[in-house]
């Protein structure tokens, strides 16, 4: 395990969530479940962040928000939708403000479903999100090497 | 005048796990004025009334906010039980006081921590949030959920609560209750957390009934209203006082939450003594027609709902006035003239419930 895969930060988004998520992704923090015993720390600074846990669906207003927060974050990072609703739109798929799931916005890789998620599958997801972190961060060091070696080969892809 | 400066404050911010955006403009370190700006969190479920049918749509009244979740569906089936003159059993609108009062038990707690966060001691927001865990878990024996409870429905309840786990329910309330004497005692007694609360973000008693403030924040300024006395669900059988500050600072707002506390235990134990036997639920048949305007008392306050039926199985209007949404004002109100780091002090002594304001 590399060393950014230890203690992984992450960063807390509410797109249009009903509030039940996100103080279940508080009290992953908070004793009982206690996630702050690994190192994993709630941030509110993108730049800090490794791992972006969103809950709730995207609406046209909180679109760019998130895509900046996304854009801030420094590579190798991973995003968490937790909820139904940040996975589908769930139960209110059919409003008129709200265009579906993070998916339409970001990539996402875990996808943590409930409604509301429970703190367990929650911490289930960051566990994932650790993996997948240390995946891309192997990824970034292999492709920096390869670029050294054949710089007009830049354009290569790695999929984890 | 000196030099105005803005400073934006959110939508991401580390405060408040919600979007909140407030443009605050400053002289030096004192606040001149904040320009909220809200629709992050707007999902527009009032139009949802449209697709779902009304029995449905008690689901999606609970998902209004995830922490006063029970109350939103409760006071959505008042109203339709109110159009439809539906008799609910005498133990179901006990089995809802109890719930409702859990969930603001859970409310206030959440709030502490919160509270104590923004003031900057970490510990005391871990602790009021392990006192929270244990309302939950009583919760989540009753209800089978956590935050989203789906207990209620038109017509009664969802489950009954056994007599062995109600007497198990009090007990560990009451030992709850010694817990949060050790939390209150460290808010409302503790010198550092004094100097930051009293006497920040003064609201009056006539800018507060000027301003149209409700629940905490409005008992914090003196004023002497309280929505359960209305006598909805089983109130109108409990006896209880609302609790009243007169001071209207941060201090004050703390002060009324802390009391609330005792006083939802203690309704508790009133409605688990005086609880009937006999059904939870009746049938319901046929559709509503009528209009009605339904009132309750919210954790962060009085709460409006407003139901418009015409006889089909979907509903025409359906209009809820949060409690957050009428606290706005004061909120304004409060941070003018405050320093710039009593500014997260100030916003979460209202209790600000984003997904309640914008719905």
Partial sequence: ??????????????????????????????????????????????????????????NHQNRDVLLNIYNQMPDPKAVIAVGICAITGGIFAECYNVLGGVDKVLPVDIYVPGCAARPEAIIDGIVKA????????????????????WPWKSELKFSY | MGKQTIIPFGPQHPVLPEPLH??????????????????????GLELLVSKKEYAEYVYVAERICGICSFM??????????????????ERALFLRT?????????????WFGLAADAF?????????????????????????????????????VRRDISPETLRDMCQKLEKLKGHMDRLTGVFLNDRS??????????????????????????????????????????????????????DGDCYARCAVRARELYQSI?????????????EVDTKVLGAPKGECFMRLEQPRGEVLYYVRADGTRYIERFRVRTPTFTNIPSMIHCLKGCDFSDVPNVILTIDPCISCIER
């Avoid at chain 2, 939103?72 to 059993?89: D, K, N, S, T």
């Avoid at chain 2, 209203?225 to 909805?232: E, S, T």
């Fill in chain 2, 72 to 89: 939103h569906g409760l006071g959505y089936c008042q109203a339709v039980e109110e159009i439809m003159e539906i008799q609910v059993p």
């Fill in chain 2, 266 to 278: 203690d309704l508790i134990a009133q409605a688990v003594s005086m609880m009937p036997d006999g």
């Fill in chain 2, 193 to 246: 957390v004094g100097y930051r609360l009293k006497g920040i973000g003064v609201l009056t008693r006539e800018d507060a009934q000027r301003l149209g403030a409700v629940g905490p924040l409005l008992r914090a300024s003196g004023v002497d209203m309280d929505m359960r006395r209305l006598g909805y669900a089983a109130y109108e059988r409990l006896s209880f006082e609302p609790v009243t500050e007169n």
């Fill in chain 2, 22 to 43: 407030l443009d605050l403009v400053l002289e030096d370190e004192r606040i001149v004025d904040a320009i909220p700006s809200i629709g992050y969190v707007h999902r």
């Fill in chain 1, 130 to 149: 650790i993996g997948i972190l240390e995946m891309k961060h192997q990824n970034m060091r292999i492709k920096s090497k390869w670029r050294l070696r």
């Fill in chain 2, 98 to 110: 109890i719930w409702a009062e859990l969930s603001r038990i859970h409310s206030h707690l959440m």
């Fill in chain 1, 1 to 58: 395990m590399s060393f950014i895969a230890k203690s992984p930060w992450i960063l807390h988004y509410d797109g249009s969530s009903c509030n039940g998520c996100d103080i279940e992704t508080l009290a992953c923090l908070t004793p009982v479940y206690d996630i702050e015993r690994f190192g994993v720390i709630n941030t509110g600074n993108p730049k800090h962040a490794d791992i972006l846990i969103v809950t709730g669906s995207v």
């Fill in chain 2, 120 to 156: 900057g001691l970490e510990n005391l927001f871990m602790l009021s949030w392990r006192l929270r865990e244990s309302v939950l878990d009583i919760i989540e024996e009753t209800s089978g959920g956590r935050v989203i409870f789906g207990a209620c429905k038109i017509g009664g």
